[in-house]
C-alpha cells in the first residue's frame, strides 16, 4: 500500500548503500543479516511465513545490543496489525548498528594512528 513512486528511489539508495557495504566489508554475517533484512522490505511479494528470514537478523543484532534486538523482537507482535512494519524497523535497526560500527572503528583506527605517530615522534 506504499506507493511506488516513493519505494522505487528508496530501494534504489537502499540497494548502492548495501553494495557498498558488501564491496568494503565482503560476504560476512553483517551483510547477510542486511541482505534479508533489505530484500523482505523492499519485496513485491512478502507472506508473513516469509518473516523467519529475519532470525538471522535477530540474532546478528542480539550479538551486538540485545536491548535493540529486544525492540526488533517487540516489533513482530505488531504484525497482524502492520505487517511490513517489523522487517522495516529491523532494517532501520540494522543500519543503525552498522553505522555505529563503523564510526567506532573509524575511532579506533585514528587513535592507533595518533599512538603510532607520537611513538615514532618520541622515538626520534
Do not use: C, K
Amino acid at each position: 500500500s506504499v506507493p511506488a513512486e516513493l519505494l522505487i528511489p528508496l530501494g534504489a539508495v537502499a540497494a548502492m548503500a548495501f553494495g557498498i557495504v558488501t564491496h568494503r566489508e565482503g560476504l560476512n554475517e553483517r551483510t547477510f543479516a542486511l541482505a534479508l533484512a533489505t530484500n523482505l522490505v523492499f519485496s513485491p511479494y512478502v507472506l508473513w511465513a516469509h518473516f523467519v528470514l529475519l532470525v538471522p537478523v535477530l540474532l546478528f543484532l542480539a550479538r551486538r545490543d540485545w536491548r535493540l534486538a529486544g525492540l526488533v523482537w517487540l516489533s513482530s507482535w505488531l504484525m497482524p496489525y502492520f505487517g511490513m512494519l517489523y522487517p522495516a524497523i529491523a532494517l532501520v535497526v540494522l543500519w543503525l548498528v552498522i553505522l555505529r560500527g563503523q564510526t567506532q572503528l573509524a575511532y579506533s583506527l585514528l587513535s592507533t594512528e595518533r599512538a603510532a605517530g607520537a611513538g615514532t615522534r618520541e622515538g626520534q
